[in-house]
């Protein structure tokens, strides 16, 4: 009984900060799409990004300029296979008027993909959670 309690705590703990982590990047999203800037960007260089649990991927470098006229670089949060964005593309670009460094590429992948792929993580650890509760 301790191990199945314990892991339903554990699984369930996982399940709620992932749930809130997916909410308020969604929450985001949504002022994004209802209250961000829009204009176009262009990918200027890919960076190596280290992880330890993973090899070494690419993360695109967009650089845009803001409603005041000055330069703003950033990186996509989204990285992996299938996100990668050539250098020299112009690509969608939406940010906060308040935020321009929490700027996020305008494109699915790269707004509400990172959304639905937590949100799908936390529904795993809860229904994980769930299966150990009903067989413990």
């Known amino acids: 009984m301790g191990n199945g309690f314990i892991g339903v705590i554990v699984c369930g703990a996982v399940a709620v900060l992932l749930l809130a ?3 308020r990047d969604g929450a985001l999203v949504w ?15 890919n960076v190596r990004v280290d992880r330890r649990d993973a090899g070494p991927s690419w993360a695109p470098v967009i650089a845009f300029a803001d409603r005041r006229g000055h330069r703003v670089e950033f990186t996509t949060r989204m990285r992996g296979g299938g996100m990668g964005l050539a250098t020299g593309r ?20 790269h707004t509400v993909g ?18 150990i509760a009903v067989t413990a």
Do not use: C, E, K, N
């Open 21 to 23: 982590v997916g909410l």
């Open 31 to 45: 002022r994004l799409r209802r209250h961000g800037i829009r204009t176009w960007g262009v990918v200027v260089d």
């Open 90 to 109: 112009r690509v969608p670009v939406v940010y906060l008027a308040h935020d321009p460094q929490g700027a996020r590429v305008s494109m699915w992948r």
């Open 114 to 131: 990172p959304v639905v792929f937590v949100l799908l993580a936390a529904l795993v650890f809860a229904g994980t959670a769930v299966l």
